[in-house]
């Protein structure tokens, strides 16, 4: 993302850089600082999670005061880190964008700062969103493979198949998040993935967003990771828990905002219908959701890993399609028949089914056959371990992938 923050430096807008706590965001914005610093370019950096910084943010006028003893009437850089501390940060910003100041704003925030102050909303036209999440398995190859197969990914997936898929394993296990793939013990990475789970409960969930039942917020967050790609039942979990479908749908709503999980709507050519059916959840970094289950690094067997394999596909496919128009569904029937992923482009659809096997023989399965029939698309997917081929079922291109090839 550095490289797409550099580039919307010299424009007007703010750059408004979200997503879950201890992704990076920070690190970025210093990196971004260090950066500007490199050709001469004043900057300033604050953070509210500094107690010398808090005086800076009272009001407007005493955060342009701190601005101009640094840069004067000339152009400059502030970065502002942790916006979500600030109250009414939406109208605030509003106003200084609006003061027309010579100065570019580069600033930071959780999820919660977009659901408690309704940034999105105060800033139309005045801001452009970035939004980071934990390390892909892309990056993770990568930094893995000390960058040597950057540009041929797909070979050494290919040619180095044992090391490759220990490598994917380990990703399924621990996820995606800096400080954990930085530490080297099971042990180590436990006690990161704690202190990011507790921070996340402590700083959004319960200081910003003020839920008060968070025995119950931390046992929904356990039950949704128990049903990767499961349709959610808010009834059942109401009754489950103990609380409210309300109270629930709430509580869902701040986990999706906060980047915990993402919701996929299912697939209709019904609209009204699409938004009337349950939806089913992903989780955004694999290594919180096995976390949360007791499961941290525990997986040994690909074969046991099929619900997580789903997931990561999940978040392969979007980002293969974030900047393309196209949105991502489910298809489920009343007889049960199940496709995991349709990519639907307008024009049309593309069915995604997902094998956790290093398949052997190219198998369509039933539910597959049903959409295709239903729906006759010009092509479907089959994700899975190691197959690569063809196939024609009536006049759709049956296409069998191998996951890396979707990084």
């Known amino acids: 993302m550095f490289s797409e923050l550099a580039a919307h430096l010299p424009k007007k807008e703010?750059?408004?850089?979200?997503?879950?706590?201890?992704?990076?965001?920070?690190?970025?914005?210093?990196?971004?600082?260090?950066?500007?610093?490199?050709?001469?370019?004043?900057?300033?950096?604050?953070?509210?999670?500094?107690?010398?910084?808090?005086?800076?943010?009272?009001?407007?006028?005493?955060?342009?005061?701190?601005?101009?003893?640094?840069?004067?009437?000339?152009?400059?850089?502030?970065?502002?880190?942790?916006?979500?501390?600030?109250?009414?940060?939406?109208?605030?910003?509003?106003?200084?964008?609006?003061?027309?100041?010579?100065?570019?704003?580069?600033?930071?925030?959780?999820?919660?700062?977009?659901?408690?102050?309704?940034?999105?909303?105060?800033?139309?036209?005045?801001?452009?969103?970035?939004?980071?999440?934990?390390?892909?398995?892309?990056?993770?190859?990568?930094?893995?493979?000390?960058?040597?197969?950057?540009?041929?990914?797909?070979?050494?997936?290919q040619i180095n198949k044992t090391e490759s898929l220990s490598l994917l394993i380990e990703y399924l296990n621990f996820g995606g998040y800096p400080r954990v793939i930085l530490e080297d013990t099971r042990a180590e990475k436990l006690k990161i993935i704690d202190e990011i789970y507790r921070s996340y409960i402590e700083k959004d969930i319960v200081y910003l967003?003020?839920?008060?039942?968070?025995d119950a917020f931390g046992n929904m967050i356990r039950i949704l990771a128990g049903q990767i790609g499961s349709m959610i039942n808010l009834n059942e979990l109401s009754s489950t828990l103990g609380i409210s479908v309300q109270t629930i749908k709430n509580y869902l709503a701040y986990a999706e905002k906060t980047f915990i999980v993402k919701k996929l709507t299912p697939y209709f050519r019904n609209i009204r219908k699409e938004i009337s059916k349950s939806p089913v959840l992903y989780f955004n970094d694999l290594g919180l959701r096995n976390f949360s289950v007791g499961q941290f690094g525990r997986h040994a067997?690909?074969?046991?890993?099929?619900?997580?394999?789903?997931?990561?596909?999940?978040?392969?496919?979007?980002?293969?399609?974030?900047?393309?128009?196209?949105?991502?569904?489910?298809?489920?029937?009343?007889?049960?028949?199940?496709?995991?992923?349709?990519?639907?482009?307008?024009?049309?659809?593309?069915?995604?089914?997902?094998?956790?096997?290093?398949?052997?023989?190219?198998?369509?399965?039933?539910?597959?056959?049903?959409?295709?029939?239903?729906?006759?698309?010009?092509?479907?997917?089959?994700?899975?371990?190691?197959?690569?081929?063809?196939?024609m079922l009536e006049k759709t291109k049956i296409r069998f992938i191998p996951f890396f090839e979707l990084i």
């Not at 640094?70 to 109208?91: C, H, L, P, S, T």
């Not at 967003?209 to 968070?214: A, F, N």
């Open 14 to 157: 703010m750059s408004l850089i979200i997503g879950p706590r201890q992704a990076g965001k920070t690190t970025l914005m210093l990196q971004l600082q260090e950066y500007l610093k490199k050709t001469d370019e004043k900057t300033l950096f604050l953070s509210l999670d500094f107690e010398r910084d808090m005086p800076n943010f009272t009001t407007q006028a005493a955060l342009l005061d701190r601005i101009k003893l640094e840069f004067g009437k000339k152009k400059g850089y502030v970065f502002i880190d942790e916006i979500q501390r600030k109250e009414n940060a939406g109208i605030f910003l509003k106003g200084l964008y609006d003061m027309q100041t010579p100065y570019k704003f580069i600033i930071s925030g959780s999820g919660s700062v977009e659901l408690k102050e309704k940034v999105h909303e105060s800033l139309a036209g005045r801001k452009r969103m970035f939004e980071l999440q934990t390390v892909s398995l892309k990056e993770f190859i990568n930094y893995k493979t000390e960058y040597k197969y950057e540009d041929r990914l797909n070979k050494y997936f």
């Open 209 to 214: 967003l003020k839920v008060e039942r968070l």
């Open 301 to 391: 067997m690909f074969s046991e890993m099929g619900f997580l394999f789903q997931n990561l596909i999940y978040r392969l496919l979007h980002e293969k399609i974030k900047d393309d128009g196209s949105t991502l569904h489910f298809w489920r029937t009343k007889d049960r028949a199940e496709v995991d992923f349709v990519i639907n482009r307008g024009d049309e659809v593309i069915p995604v089914e997902v094998k956790c096997k290093e398949l052997k023989d190219k198998t369509i399965a039933r539910s597959l056959r049903g959409f295709i029939a239903k729906y006759n698309p010009r092509e479907a997917w089959v994700v899975n371990v190691t197959l690569k081929d063809e196939e």
